[in-house]
T-cell receptor, first 109, second 113 residues
Framework: GENVEQHPSTLSVQEGDSAVIKCTYS??????FPWYKQELGKGPQLIID?????GEKKDQRIAVTLNKTAKHFSLHITETQPEDSAVYFC????????FGKGTMLLVSP | DVKVTQSSRYLVKRTGEKVFLECVQD?????MFWYRQDPGLGLRLIYF???????EKGDIPEGYSVSREKKERFSLILESASTNQTSMYLC????????????FGDGTRLSIL
């Protein structure tokens, strides 16, 4: 089955810096790659997703890139703010979602 | 806005009890999912359902079963709870068979004593 590796497990940045989280996947048939943000006491919430026919997608301060050949995809957050502090999960899917283990992002004012 | 509601935020049960976790979605979604979330392990799929009365095993189905008698409701059942089933349980739904965003509930934190 699919295996998704996510790095780093924790990431601390200063407000205004950029943050990058990287994921790799194993199943070349995977064609959908969502990113979720989970705040304390809440369920995961989709923040951006990308499909295998696209190399990059951007939504305001958030962008995702996909390299199908290398089987890796990354989340980029620019101009980070304290409210970006949360746990972020990547996932890959051919039929069902397989999640990475998560990255705890801490943005210090 | 899609709403996925899990009936309990916190639940404490005893070893050997039969435990029911309930999930309801209000957007007429075909697909529903149960995950468990453990520190350092991310989210792992327990069971899912593409339609009423249908169920499919996920990656870690052992010790669990599910029921989907109505489209909007998906129940997770722990037949005989054990301490290693202490976890956060998350329910999700999405509209079609093809890859579409899943919408999550806020979770049930289950403790088995």
């Amino acid at each position: 089955g699919e295996n998704v590796e996510q790095h780093p497990s924790t990431l601390s940045v200063q407000e205004g810096d950029s943050a990058v989280i990287k994921c790799t996947y194993s199943d070349s048939a995977s064609n959908y790659f969502p990113w979720y943000k989970q705040e304390l006491g809440k369920g995961p919430q989709l923040i951006i997703d990308i499909r295998s026919n696209v190399g990059e997608k951007k939504d305001q301060r958030i962008a995702v890139t996909l390299n199908k050949t290398a089987k890796h995809f990354s989340l980029h957050i620019t101009e980070t703010q304290p409210e970006d502090s949360a746990v972020y999960f990547c996932a890959a899917s051919h039929s069902t979602l397989t999640f990475g283990k998560g990255t705890m992002l801490l943005v210090s004012p | 806005d899609v709403k996925v509601t899990q009936s309990s935020r916190y639940l404490v049960k005893r070893t050997g009890e039969k435990v029911f976790l309930e999930c309801v979605q209000d957007m007429d979604h075909e697909n529903m999912f149960w995950y468990r979330q453990d520190p350092g392990l991310g989210l792992r799929l327990i069971y899912f359902s593409y339609d009423v009365k249908m169920k499919e095993k996920g990656d870690i189905p052992e010790g669990y079963s599910v029921s989907r008698e109505k489209k909007e409701r998906f129940s997770l059942i722990l037949e005989s709870a054990s301490t290693n089933q202490t976890s956060m349980y998350l329910c999700a739904s999405n509209p079609t068979r093809s890859n579409q965003p899943q919408h999550f509930g806020d979770g049930t934190r289950l403790s088995i004593l």
